[in-house]
């Protein structure tokens, strides 16, 4: 496999780690939980990996950060439905551990990535 071009963004790899992670957990959730939930994560985690490709191939920084903020926008829907899973009791605050480490670090490395496409650079804080 080539790693050039978005292969090589750590946030892609880290995003496609997600879909992985729903995708087991969706597996795991048939017959427990409701299938339009299901199917609605599997939606929203496919789109993230989606997007951050789709920039990395447009010309401009612009449309870039247009799919960066689509990303973080369907990150968002993805939060809300392992929420409403969690509520409903389909699933156990336990198994959803470690998809919310990665969900909170996914969310951090696509805020790098905007700070990155606008310009912003970090204020060093004075120790």
């Excluded at 090589?8 to 995003?15: E, H, I």
Aim: hydrophobic residues 40%.
């Amino acid at each position: 496999m080539n790693f050039r071009g978005y292969h090589g963004l750590t946030v892609w790899n880290r995003a496609v780690d997600l879909v992985e992670m729903v995708y087991r957990l969706t597996d795991a959730l048939r017959g427990t939980a409701a299938p339009e939930v299901l199917a609605e994560m599997r939606r929203a985690v496919l789109a993230i990996p989606s997007h951050l490709a789709a920039g990395y191939q447009t010309p401009h920084s612009e449309d870039y950060l247009r799919h960066v903020h689509a990303s973080q926008i369907t990150l968002g829907k993805l939060e809300t439905h392992l929420t409403i899973l969690e509520r409903l009791d389909w699933t156990d605050l336990e198994d959803l551990e470690d998809l919310q480490c990665l969900l909170t670090h996914l969310s951090q490395l696509l805020g790098c990535l905007e700070r990155y496409l606008t310009g912003e650079t970090p204020e060093i804080q004075a120790g």
